[in-house]
């Protein structure tokens, strides 16, 4: 089927385009900075020491996981409104950066916590309600994937993504409910809600416009590449089709 | 929509009468759970006893996929989502029709899980309202989410790994409430379980109402 690939029509032999190798760039730059005034510029904290410095990727990177969650919900509510297959790209494509996202804030926040709370997980809110995302957006990006009609796949997911933000809201309700009748949430109160300024701050903000340009680049391509998987599905129909038409008449 | 979910109530649960599927199969392995906790836990230790509402429900919980796996395969067969579909029956009441009919086995497994639990973790059972208050609330939960979901893992290859995925995570809310309305109530404090049995009654709404919406459009394409 490489023909179908190689047909295609001039400038659709890469995702990329001028709009988006220039947010490409700044991206880089971004993250460039980002390293710069995070692991060199930026003091170590008081009481965390160096291991603060995670937090300038891990506190954007759970920002923009949270945004994506809610591209999906109304992508996934625009699709089952206006039948608009544009939005169900949206939300599929942001689904899978946010499951990506998700999982950097697991990992971030994990090693965060190793030096120090002095273990990897502890069963607080904010960390046991996160992972249960990372599993619903699991549970999402398989129904998206299944081996299933298009059809199909498009519309159980888009009520899954449609229910994903208000399970998200219930699941943290009940798990900061669930911990806090048995112990306050101390844990967090001397991290990130503590003071920050100066060049910590900065460098706090650094993070969020370098992580919000990946996150940009990302899901443009992504929804530019899930357009084209449709694309090819299409002409592999269209073309199977055909072929089988083909072969009833004489030749 | 009543009565057509009062129609489809009655044949999946006539259904179970005559074949017995939920009594001769999912009943057994809910206490087969039960046991198998006790294997796991070291019984004398008492970790049982402590433990009785999270395993308990964890079984229930378990046996609850089973039940409602059973609830979408006997419309699989031999076209019968296509004589559901041509029915003329309200989509939103063939929807409450397996909710019902799902709580319906569910509660009846539940009580003679109680009696289990009583006998073979001898915990002690106290605070009947709450615990039967929660009961009903959690099941309505479990079945609403549970066939919302079950229609949308319905007719795929993957129906049986992909409803667990999709579901479990969803119904943590659920279990975490309902094992904390049980402890408040076998620790002989219900008012601290009220609250839980409040956050039940809304996800039990806010799926009822999906499912009520939603079915209609997942039952026509399947």
């Known amino acids: 089927m490489t023909t179908q690939l190689d047909a295609a029509p001039e400038g659709l032999d890469s995702t990329g385009s ?4 220039v947010l490409g760039v700044l991206a880089i730059v971004g993250l460039a900075a980002l390293a710069l005034f995070g692991l060199v510029l930026s003091p170590p904290d008081a009481s965390q020491g160096e291991v603060v410095r995670i937090l300038y990727v891990h506190v954007p990177s759970a920002t923009f996981a949270y945004i994506g969650c809610f591209l999906t919900t109304i992508g996934s509510a625009m699709f089952l409104w206006r039948r608009s297959a544009w939005w169900e790209l949206v939300a599929y494509a942001s689904a899978e950066i946010a499951t990506v996202f998700t999982a950097i804030v697991l990992v971030t926040g994990m090693i965060w916590g190793r030096p120090t709370w002095g273990v990897f ?21 398989a129904v998206r994937r299944l081996p299933a ?36 949430p101390t844990l967090l109160a001397n991290g990130v809600g503590a003071k920050i ?55 | 929509m009543i009565r057509d ?8 649960l006539r259904l179970e009468l005559r074949s017995r599927v939920a009594l001769n ?69 063939i929807f409450l029709g397996k909710v019902m009919a799902v709580s319906a086995q569910l509660l009846v497994l539940e009580a003679l899980l109680g009696v289990g639990v009583a006998v073979l973790y001898t915990s002690r059972i106290e605070g009947w309202i709450l615990l039967a208050v929660t009961s009903v609330v959690a099941t309505a939960s479990i079945a609403a989410a549970g066939t919302l979901y079950g229609v949308l893992a319905a007719g795929l290859r ?58 209609g459009p997942l039952l026509e394409e399947s």
């Open chain 2, 25 to 93: 199969q999912v009943l057994p392995f809910a206490l087969l759970v039960l046991v198998l906790f006790a294997f796991a836990l070291d019984p004398d230790k008492s970790v049982l006893t402590q433990a009785t509402p999270g395993l308990y429900w964890i079984a229930v919980l378990f046996s609850a996929l089973l039940a409602l796996q059973r609830s979408f395969a006997i419309e699989a067969t031999d076209g019968n989502r296509d004589a559901l579909r041509l029915s003329g029956l309200d989509p939103a009441g």
């Open chain 1, 197 to 251: 300024e100066g060049l910590m701050l900065f460098s706090l903000f650094i993070g969020f416009i370098a992580i919000g340009l990946v996150f940009a680049w990302l899901l443009i391509h992504r929804f530019r590449l899930a357009w084209l998987e449709d694309q090819l599905d299409d002409a592999g129909l269209d073309a199977a089709i055909a072929e089988r038409r083909s072969e009833g008449e004489p030749s």
């Open chain 1, 149 to 184: 009609d298009h059809d199909v796949r498009t519309k159980r997911s888009a009520i899954i993504g449609l229910l994903l933000v208000p399970n998200v809201i219930i699941v943290r309700q009940s798990v900061q409910w669930w911990r806090t009748l048995h112990q306050k």
């Open chain 1, 121 to 141: 997980w502890v069963w607080d809110a904010r960390l046991t309600s996160t992972a249960m995302l990372l599993l619903l957006l699991l549970g999402y990006l």
């Open chain 2, 5 to 12: 979910a009062l129609l489809i109530a009655g044949k999946d």
């Open chain 1, 18 to 21: 001028r709009g988006t190798r």
């Open chain 2, 158 to 215: 993957v129906r049986e790994t992909l409803l667990p995925l999709l579901l479990l995570p969803v119904l943590a809310p659920v279990l975490i409430g309902s094992t904390r309305a049980f402890e408040a109530a076998l620790n002989g404090s219900p008012s601290e379980g009220w609250p839980w049995v409040g956050l039940m009654s809304i996800f039990a709404s806010l799926y009822v109402v999906a499912g009520i919406f939603g079915f």
